[in-house]
């Protein structure tokens, strides 16, 4: 059953939305935190936020409000990961362990390794840019910050992975 | 390969791997129905707290009797101007509580070196201790292993929901506890970093800028420097976010002259008043320039 927006167009139902987001939403999700679980729960999180809370969402605009929460939430549970192995024995999580199936750490996972150490906005910004693909203006839109932000933190993060890159190759 | 197109397989390799579980929908749908926010009217809601308040008290009281001691619980005493509440109302996360329902504590780590203090022999004082430096009215506080609930007070007087949340630290040098940093949902400081994440000690700069997300009623945010050292306010101002219950960036400078450790305070607002206000805050230490000072020369003529 389709909800009536203030516009008067219908609002998408559950199914609809679960249909278009979910999975993409999920994979995003899990760049920022250790596990499936704790993946599917941010996205969980958002997609509650959006159907029970008191938005009014601009028809169409569903899915980067959700890549929003997303991001948002992601960033937070980095943070409080972060706060967590600062304290405490690293455990390996889902962006460093190396490839099920017993094969040994490969290129993508140092580049991920790289990834997960530079600091979240960066790294959210090189995600949003090269696994989502969004333009300048939609990350911008997505993290709320200028254009000319999300260009610096881009070089800055790519300058950096580049350097973490280096020194592990170097002896 | 490009560093880019690494990095774009990298994250796509990655991303391959990840499939949401065969039941997510059905959870997800159930999760929407089951936390469908049912209005109450007011009048309604008085009684249903009262109510509520009352089996709490009934089914406490069975528990304690029923248990015996079973009540080494985290719940410390209030702000001074307020009562606890109960401590058979301690919550605690499903994590902290083994196979007989005994609390596990877990010992806190080293906070290896970046003290901002103040630094109390357990992580209840030290959270008390770092709330009434900052000046922050709460109504009571929950430890968890090395985490500190801050539960706001309510206009009414009774207590409120979680505001924000004190990572406890150990301070092995001084053999005691100290808070790390103060987290909340409302507020979010992305700048400066907490201590764990710098790849500097010590700030040297005047000019500090202080940025992340958060909401406020009408916007606002309150941003504060105040001395670790005795909770002297250094510096006041506020700053722009999110409209009350809407997350957005906010983006300010603060000043810090000559040398010393502090605390940098960003506090929402509800609107309303004597309630607690979520707020978060991060520690700095600095070596920056004195502030430049204004000598009055008098002649005799």
């Known amino acids: 059953m389709d909800e009536r927006t203030e516009t008067g167009q219908a609002a998408p139902t559950l199914a609809v939305l679960y249909e278009r987001h979910y999975r993409s939403l999920v994979k995003l999700a899990a760049f920022y935190v250790d596990d499936r679980d704790s993946a599917e729960e941010i996205v969980q999180d958002a997609f509650v936020k959006l159907l029970n809370g008191n938005y009014k969402i601009v028809p169409g605009k569903e899915g980067p409000y959700l890549r929003t929460m997303v991001v948002n939430n992601g960033r937070s549970a980095l943070r409080k990961r972060r706060v967590r192995r600062a304290f405490k024995p690293e455990s390996p999580g889902l962006i460093a362990a190396a490839e099920e199936g017993g ?57 950096k992975l580049a350097e973490i890159l280096g020194e592990e190759e170097s002896p | 390969m490009t ?11 990655k991303a391959n791997g990840i499939e949401p579980s065969a039941d997510s929908y059905v959870k997800l749908s159930a999760r929407i129905s089951a936390e469908k926010p049912h209005p109450i009217r007011l009048v309604d809601r008085a009684r249903f707290l009262a109510a509520a308040a009352a089996v709490v008290a ?65 992580r209840e004082e030290a959270a008390i201790a770092f709330l009434d430096l900052l000046g922050i009215g709460y109504y009571d ?33 001084q053999n005691g506890y100290a808070v790390a940093e103060a987290t909340s949902d409302s507020v979010v400081i992305d700048s400066p970093v907490p201590p764990q994440d710098r790849t500097y000690d010590i700030l040297t700069n005047n000019e500090i800028p202080v940025s992340g997300e958060g909401t406020g009623f009408e916007a606002a945010l309150g941003v504060e420097v105040v001395s670790a050292i005795d909770g002297t306010v250094l510096e006041r101002t506020g700053t722009s976010a999110g409209n009350f219950g809407e997350l957005a960036p906010f983006d300010t400078t603060v000043h810090l002259y000559g040398k010393g ?13 004597n309630v607690t206000e979520p707020f978060a805050a991060v520690p700095v230490s600095y070596d920056a320039p004195r502030h430049p000072t204004i000598y009055t020369v008098f002649r005799h003529s």
């Open chain 2, 3 to 13: 560093l880019e197109d690494q990095l774009r397989t990298a994250l796509q390799h």
């Open chain 2, 141 to 173: 506080v929950t430890v968890v292993d090395n985490r500190a609930e801050v539960r706001s007070s309510t206009e009414d007087g009774s207590a409120g929901s979680v505001v924000s949340a004190l990572q406890l630290a150990r301070v092995e040098s």
């Open chain 1, 103 to 159: 094969v040994a750490a490969t290129e993508h996972d140092r580049m991920l390794e790289a990834l997960r150490r530079l600091p979240e906005r960066q790294a959210s910004v090189l995600v949003l840019r090269y696994y989502e693909d969004l333009s300048e203006e939609d990350i911008a839109a997505t993290l709320g910050i200028a254009r000319g932000s999300v260009k610096s933190h881009a070089h800055r993060g790519l300058a």
């Open chain 2, 261 to 273: 450790r502090a605390w940098i305070v960003v506090r929402s607002s509800g609107g309303a008043d």
């Open chain 2, 58 to 122: 009934v089914l406490g009281g069975i528990g304690l009797y029923v248990a015996g001691q079973d009540e080494d619980g985290a719940v410390i005493a209030g702000s001074p101007t307020t009562v606890p509440i109960d401590e058979t109302t301690t919550s605690e996360p499903d994590d902290a509580t083994t196979d007989n329902g005994a609390t596990a504590v877990i010992e806190a780590p080293d906070l290896q070196g970046f003290i901002a203090g103040p630094v109390r022999p357990t």
